[in-house]
């Protein structure tokens, strides 16, 4: 399976003017993959500016009022197909990214933060448009650009999953690469309580089932 390749200095990124962020290329290939790097090697790649790889971190969700609003909370076996594929597609653990969403928002596809992250996987609307999704609401296409971002954070912090998880809440501009978490409570306790639905998930799944990811020692959020 081709992969989605992101190359971005991430490591530096606090200390980079946000028009220094345009010295990342793009090229989409015949397969509709697209390929991310900050070193050019050929004409195919043209400038581009990510969007939503530095949305604030996100507040808790709560269900948006009007044509949305259907309760705070939902069943997670609703949704257990979806996520099995969007988990097999993109080579990561279904139980990881269901307890990704049952910390973002309680398996309620129609939540939105204060900040506006939206539907199951709380996206943010630039991050939705960048991995493709039409309508954050709708819980498969939610859950595929979700698990997609997430693998692509994956992809960044060379499979550590803590500093993956600190950036998909307070976005990869916050996160340096190999550094440590971000002083930001709210960050530090979404991470904390990732890995602890995680690790339950796992107590009550197959053992086979989950695959094998880095996890960094966590650190007491201040």
Same mark, same amino acid.
């Given at each position: $399976? ?6 971005? !200095? #991430?490591?530096?990124?606090? @200390?980079? *003017? ?5 010295? &990342? ?52 076996? $609703? ?6 594929? !969007? #988990?097999?597609?993109?080579? @990561?653990? *279904? ?5 990704? &969403? ?121």
């Amino acid at each position: $399976m081709k992969k989605l390749l992101l190359i971005i !200095a #991430a490591s530096c990124s606090f @200390l980079l *003017p946000g028009d220094l962020w345009s010295q &990342i290329y793009m090229y989409e290939d015949a397969h509709g993959v697209r390929h991310y790097t900050n070193v050019p090697t050929s004409s195919r790649y043209k400038p581009v500016k990510l969007r939503g790889l530095n949305n604030e971190p996100r507040r808790r969700p709560v269900p948006v009022t009007g044509k949305y609003s259907r309760g705070s909370s939902g069943n997670s076996a $609703m949704y257990e197909n979806h996520i099995s594929r !969007a #988990a097999l597609t993109h080579e @990561l653990d *279904p139980l990881l990214i269901k307890a990704i &969403i049952k910390a973002e928002s309680d398996f309620n596809q129609y939540a939105v933060s204060s900040s506006g992250a939206q539907g199951l996987m709380q996206l943010m609307p630039e991050t939705a448009r960048d991995m493709r999704v039409d309508n954050p609401f709708d819980p498969l296409q939610n859950i595929n650009g979700g698990t997609r971002y997430f693998k692509n954070l994956l992809n960044i912090y060379d499979n550590d999953l803590t500093l993956s998880l600190a950036a998909y809440n307070a976005g990869p501009g916050k996160v340096a690469i190999n550094g440590p978490l971000p002083r930001i409570r709210e960050t530090r306790e979404y991470v904390q309580r990732v890995i602890r639905f995680y690790r339950s998930y796992q107590q009550t799944a197959p053992a086979e089932r989950s695959k094998k990811i880095k996890v960094r020692k966590l650190l007491t959020a201040n």
